[in-house]
């Protein structure tokens, strides 16, 4: 057990764990996004199958957060040495920092994609009553992700700083 606890608390262990993070929040949120989406979605499509184009560009919206979290992990793995073999010198302030800089775009993306997937599925609504309102249901869901587009940049901003 405290071979694994020494493992953990490592700058390795908790350069990983940022990484870790980053992909498993963002993927939980745009999983989950593209499935409200597609809920909400289906219903539509069950009285106006034509609406299939649509409604599928406004479901593939909250998958960018997971984008992003695979951006910022490749990013974190190039710069911490994962790919050069000088990813175990990293000492325990340099997994700390890696840890705190993978985290805004864990949470804020996390919890993004599901906001915005509520807001892409109430474009779906919109689209049922009125045809031509593309634009505004994809512009409305995209003006949540501008918040995880900020998050993605303080945290590859950071992690750019530190490599």
Not at 96 to 119: E, F, M, N
Not at 131 to 151: H, M, N, P, R
Request: hydrophobic share 55%.
């Amino acid at each position: 057990m405290k071979a694994f606890m020494d493992a953990i608390f490592s700058g390795p262990g908790l350069t990983l764990l940022g990484i870790f993070l980053a992909i498993t929040f963002t993927g939980i949120g745009s999983a989950r996004g593209v499935a409200i989406v597609g809920q909400t979605g289906s219903g539509l499509l069950t009285e106006q199958p034509d609406m299939f184009g649509k409604v599928l560009g406004l479901q593939a919206l909250p998958m960018t957060q997971g984008i992003y979290g695979l951006l910022t992990a490749f990013f974190v793995m190039l710069l911490a040495g994962f790919f050069d073999g000088s990813f175990a010198e990293l000492t325990m302030m340099d997994g700390v920092y890696y840890l705190v800089s993978c985290l805004p775009i864990a949470i804020v993306g996390w919890i993004s994609a599901i906001y915005q997937a509520r807001v892409a599925a109430s474009g779906v609504l919109l689209l049922g009553k009125q045809k031509d309102k593309l634009g505004q249901a994809i512009t409305s869901a995209a003006l949540v992700e501008t918040y995880a587009i900020f998050a993605l940049l303080i945290t590859l901003m950071l992690v750019i700083a530190k490599g």
